[in-house]
């Protein structure tokens, strides 16, 4: 009898010995209203993670768009400040009024290529968008340069570049922003061109103008090797084998030509020695 008590306790059904499971069960489900309010929930995240992600692809398509715009602008610029180059490399055939006023037309159209680029280069975009756009100034710097020094004799200064750029503009400040960067490494661009003008001009025998760019090259490299020490200008050092070229090709053109000359007896040259660099240097009772 008490075998058979002990077996019925044994297999008691779950609910009635956990009475309280039968409660809990039933509270932990939830109720159409709640499982409503947490779908709704789900939706507006949903929504709210959609529009954040339309935000951020807007914001990376405008920025895009405007680098694009501003690279586009850039190359123009390069292109146009090449043909004032070309221009005023022909001074040598043309003569300095013909070559001037063709480069004064080129020049018109990168003024305005700096106004049209100008527009997405406001505030804090012109630090932004510095590396697009330093090329296209260094080119326009480089073409600038080549006009002054033909035109002058003078190295061009930053704050000549400057008020090219701020002709005809309203609030009285350049078109845009002038880094010493950009300034320095658009210089250190120019001797290749004042080098090409020496090579023409020793054609026409023009020994005026050749020893004019050889006097110019040489302290324009004293000052770029001063600033090769500061190590301030990050690729400059990058520009100075070509500069130290461009020299070494003009004092050997003013070289030629002071030989030649001497042997008709047209100057009376002195001596005529080899630097330690490898450039020429010409000692002569004018230089």
């Known amino acids: 009898?008490?075998?058979?008590?002990?077996?019925?306790?044994?297999?008691?059904?779950?609910?009635?010995?956990?009475?309280?499971?039968?409660?809990?069960?039933?509270?932990?489900?939830?109720?159409?209203?709640e499982l409503e309010s947490i779908t709704t929930e789900c939706a507006d995240s949903k929504t709210a993670i959609l529009s954040s992600f339309s935000a951020y692809r807007d914001t990376l398509d405008a920025h895009y768009d405007q680098r694009e715009r501003i690279i586009k602008c850039s190359r123009d610029i390069t292109a146009m400040s090449k043909k004032m180059v070309f221009a005023l490399l022909r001074i040598t055939q043309d003569g300095p009024v013909q070559a001037f006023r063709e480069t004064e037309k080129h020049h018109k159209r990168v003024i305005d290529l700096f106004r049209k680029v100008s527009v997405d280069l406001q505030g804090t975009d012109a630090l932004k968008y510095q590396a697009q756009v330093t090329h296209g100034v260094q080119?326009?710097?480089e073409a600038i340069g080549l006009w002054?020094?033909?035109?002058?004799?003078?190295l061009i200064t930053k704050?000549?570049?400057?008020?090219?750029?701020?002709?005809?503009d309203t609030d009285g400040g350049p078109i845009i922003n002038i880094t010493d960067s950009d300034?320095?490494?658009?210089?250190?661009?120019?001797?290749?061109?004042?080098?090409?003008?020496c090579i023409n001009s020793l054609g026409k025998g023009d020994r005026e103008a050749v020893k004019r760019c050889v006097e110019f090259l040489r302290v324009?490299?004293?000052?770029?090797?001063?600033?090769?020490?500061?190590?301030?200008?990050?690729?400059?050092?990058?520009?100075?084998?070509?500069?130290?070229?461009?020299?070494?090709?003009?004092?050997?053109?003013?070289?030629?030509?002071?030989?030649?000359?001497?042997?008709?007896?047209?100057?009376?040259?002195?001596?005529?020695?080899l630097?330690?660099?490898?450039?020429?240097?010409?000692s002569s009772g004018v230089m």
């Open 1 to 33: 009898m008490d075998q058979h008590v002990a077996k019925k306790a044994r297999h008691i059904p779950s609910n009635q010995e956990h009475p309280q499971n039968t409660t809990t069960t039933t509270s932990s489900l939830a109720k159409p209203s």
């Open 139 to 141: 080119e326009y710097v």
């Open 148 to 154: 002054v020094f033909l035109r002058d004799n003078k």
């Open 159 to 168: 704050q000549q570049v400057i008020e090219y750029l701020t002709v005809g």
């Open 183 to 197: 300034y320095v490494l658009g210089i250190c661009d120019l001797p290749g061109e004042v080098n090409r003008y």
């Open 220 to 273: 324009l490299k004293e000052g770029v090797e001063l600033l090769l020490c500061t190590g301030k200008i990050k690729d400059l050092k990058k520009k100075a084998p070509v500069f130290d070229s461009s020299l070494a090709k003009s004092e050997a053109a003013y070289y030629s030509l002071s030989l030649r000359e001497g042997e008709t007896g047209a100057m009376d040259v002195d001596t005529a020695v």
């Open 275 to 282: 630097t330690s660099g490898g450039s020429i240097a010409v």
